[in-house]
C-alpha cells in the first residue's frame, strides 16, 4: 500500500495512513466515535478513547512530514496489521520511528481499535548507532 498522493487515499485507512505521512492534522471521521487508542510506547503503555482524543494523540505523533520508508499491510479478519519505518526531519535533524499498529475496523472500514507499538523516536546520531551496531553484529559470527 502506497499512501504518498491524496488521490489514492480513499479508505479510511489509507487517509490515516497518507495524513501521518504528509504531517497532516488526522481527520475524526477517519475513526469512529468511541475508538480506542492502545499505545505501547518505551517504558509507558497508555489509552485514548474517542475519535478526538485519539486523532489529537497521533497528530502529536505524526505532525512532520515524513516518508515511509517501509510500509507493509496484512489483512486481518475485521482489521489489518500495519507495519512501518516512517523517517522524517524535526527541527532540522533526521529522526526515524519502527510502529506496528492492530487495526479493528468497522463495517465502513473506520477504525474502532487501534493498537499500537512505537519502539521511539530515533533522531539521526541514535539511528548512525543503530547502523554501526548492526556492521559490527556481522563481524562476530
Known amino acids: 500500500m502506497t499512501t504518498t ?5 480513499t479508505t479510511p ?29 518505551p517504558m509507558w503503555r497508555f489509552h485514548r478513547h474517542g475519535a478526538a482524543a485519539t486523532a489529537a494523540e497521533l497528530g502529536r505523533w505524526y505532525a512532520d512530514a515524513g516518508h515511509f520508508e517501509e510500509f507493509q499491510t496484512f489483512a486481518l479478519p ?3 496489521f ?3 519505518i516512517l523517517t522524517w526531519e524535526q527541527q532540522g535533524v533526521p529522526h526515524a520511528c519502527h510502529q506496528a499498529h492492530r487495526l479493528e475496523l468497522d463495517a465502513d472500514g473506520r477504525i474502532r481499535g487501534l493498537h499500537a507499538w512505537c519502539g521511539g523516536r530515533w533522531p539521526a546520531k541514535l539511528l548512525a548507532e543503530m547502523a554501526q551496531a548492526d556492521d559490527m553484529s556481522g563481524e562476530q559470527q
Open 78 to 80: 475485521g482489521g489489518a
Open 82 to 84: 500495519v507495519e512501518f
Open 13 to 41: 485507512l489509507e487517509r490515516f495512513y497518507d495524513a501521518a505521512e504528509r504531517g497532516l492534522p488526522i481527520d475524526t471521521d477517519v475513526f469512529t466515535n468511541d475508538v480506542v487508542l492502545d499505545a505501547t510506547v
Open 5 to 9: 498522493t491524496t488521490a489514492t487515499a
